[in-house]
């Protein structure tokens, strides 16, 4: 009797066992990082290739899982019950139920779960032999639950969109940052570049306001001029208007022109990309490489110019702020003590709010800058030195033209305060 005992005691032992394995396969194929064990076949790694064969094939892993760990944890508690009943008649199955209920819980399920989370690939590359061999015994069943999925699939609908959205990506990202994958400046890269084809061209281009041009009848000397006071390397060129430009002039050939005594910039005006408000700055980055293009116009709805975009204001969005030797460096948005910011009128508001910590998503502004968003609250150009509360916000206008607010001190005010 004590051999029987022992015996049993054995088996109901290797049956947990094999149900930790399940269990532990199970939730290492269902979390482990494909594009990690990709990468790990690609370097060579057999063992790794056969464990991604294993995963790409997820509902025959999944059926040997759930058939094995089924059919071990049913076998183990109807040994466990007859056990029991032979040693204690009449609390045998209640015994038997509470003891393997735990067992099955903490050995084949909580505890090879844990540990399988851990490490989801090495446990999975692991397992892979010997749940290819369980794949094999455990066919037949597999595939009759395979005919019965493909009924049920037929009866009822599933989404198959299972594509990966722009907001999981960057969700990713933001893991693998937090987990210390990939540092701040790599993750703000990858950020940039996911949210690339989300920008139009009126999201980035310089206002016609603060366009720099000069006009195609201009004396050679009025454009040095221009080309000395500004530090650029390319200047457009208009026809009467700046409504109509017709071309762009790099440094370059003008100074060329210059070199030889030219008296007219008509010789080297180069032909200019034009483009429209709503044009994706991916589709404008495509035109301007395949026309060897580093200035684009932008034209409004009545064909008149609303605004440049340059290449540089294109990689920009990309790779954050390029500054040349020339270059004067502005911060659009100064940060003070005291919740307080000085803003430049340029100044996206957004970015304002963000500084701010201020909650914008109630606010209804067709704005996007400060000094528009300034004169769609007051619905009036300001003069210097107005002040006015709006939003949980003192705003104190420090400088401002008859067109423009060019400088404003934006304070966030405490509740009581307000």
Do not use: C
Not at 26 to 35: C, D, K, V, Y
Not at 99 to 114: D, H, N, Q, Y
């Amino acid at each position: 009797m004590e051999d029987n005992i022992l015996g049993i005691v054995v088996i109901l032992i290797l049956m947990l066992l094999i149900s930790a394995y399940f269990s532990a396969s199970e939730t290492a194929f269902t979390g482990l990082n494909r594009s990690r064990l990709k990468t790990m076949a690609n370097e060579g790694d057999k063992k790794a290739v056969r464990a991604l064969n294993m995963a790409e094939n997820y509902d025959r892993l999944l059926y040997t899982t759930l058939i094995g760990n089924n059919v071990v944890n049913i076998f183990a508690t109807s040994l466990a019950t007859t056990l029991f009943v032979s040693l204690f008649p009449q609390s045998g199955v209640l015994y038997s139920t509470v003891v393997m209920s735990a067992a099955i819980l903490l050995f084949g399920e909580i505890t090879p779960k844990s540990f399988a989370k851990q490490s989801p690939e090495d446990f999975a590359i692991f397992s892979t032999p010997l749940m290819r061999f369980f794949a094999i015994v455990f066919w037949p069943l597999n595939f009759l639950f395979s005919l019965w999925l493909k009924l049920m699939r037929k009866i009822f609908t599933f989404d198959d969109n299972i594509s990966t959205t722009e907001d999981e990506l960057i969700t990713i990202v933001d893991e693998a940052e937090a987990d210390g994958g990939i540092g701040p400046m790599e993750s703000e890269l990858i950020r940039s570049a996911i949210e690339f084809n989300d920008l139009d061209v009126e999201d980035i281009l310089t206002p016609r306001i603060d366009v720099v041009a000069v006009e195609e009848n201009d004396s050679i000397e009025k454009i040095e001029e221009v080309f000395v006071a500004n530090s650029f390397s390319r200047l457009p060129v208009y026809r009467q208007s700046i409504d109509f430009i017709i071309g762009v002039i790099h440094e370059k050939d003008f100074l060329a022109q210059k070199h030889y005594n030219e008296t007219s910039i008509k010789p080297i005006i180069k032909n200019i990309i034009y483009a429209s408000p709503t044009m994706k700055i991916s589709t404008l980055l495509r035109i301007l490489q395949k026309s060897k293009s580093h200035l684009a116009v932008v034209l409004d709805e009545f064909g008149g110019t609303e605004g440049i975009v340059t290449l540089e204001d294109i990689l920009e969005e990309l790779v954050g702020e390029i500054w040349d030797e020339h270059d004067e460096v502005i911060e659009p948005i100064v940060v003070k003590e005291d919740n307080t910011v000085i803003a430049a009128g340029s100044a996206n508001l957004e970015d304002m709010f963000d500084i701010l910590d201020v909650n914008s998503s109630h606010f209804d502004y067709d704005a996007v800058t400060v000094n528009g968003w300034i004169i769609e609250v007051l619905d009036k150009i300001p003069k210097s030195g107005e002040v006015f509360i709006a939003d949980g916000l003192k705003v104190t206008v420090l400088h401002a033209d008859e067109k423009v607010v060019q400088k404003a001190e934006i304070e966030l005010l405490e509740q009581e305060e307000e």
